[in-house]
């Protein structure tokens, strides 16, 4: 059985817009669905300590290259872990390309 590739499509968590990705290498982050925020962020858009609770119920949010070249400044000021900016579309053209790399 050979490997396969994988396309997924969905929208961008934070502008909403649809993007296609490669399901194993996108970026994305951990929201919290009761405050849409991560967990490790408080209301005011600072750094916060995550709860136990916050970090249980989190669940992992797709987020475009240009999304992420667009929040890492203000992720950097605030001392937050920087987004990958990979392109997934050039990942998954190389999967194409070369399925077995």
């Not at 408080?42 to 949010?61: F, K, L, W």
């Amino acid at each position: 059985m050979s490997p396969g590739v994988a396309f997924a499509m969905a929208p961008c968590y934070l502008h909403k817009g649809l993007f296609c990705f490669d399901p194993e290498s996108v970026t994305s982050l951990r929201i919290d669905p009761q405050t849409g925020r991560p967990p490790d962020v408080n209301a005011n858009g600072e750094p916060a300590e995550p709860s136990q609770a916050a970090q249980d119920r989190s669940v992992r949010e797709p987020i475009c290259p240009d999304c992420c070249k667009r929040v890492n400044p203000d992720r950097r000021a605030l001392g937050l872990e920087l987004l990958p900016e990979g392109d997934s579309m050039d990942n998954l053209a190389r999967l194409l390309k070369d399925p077995y790399s």
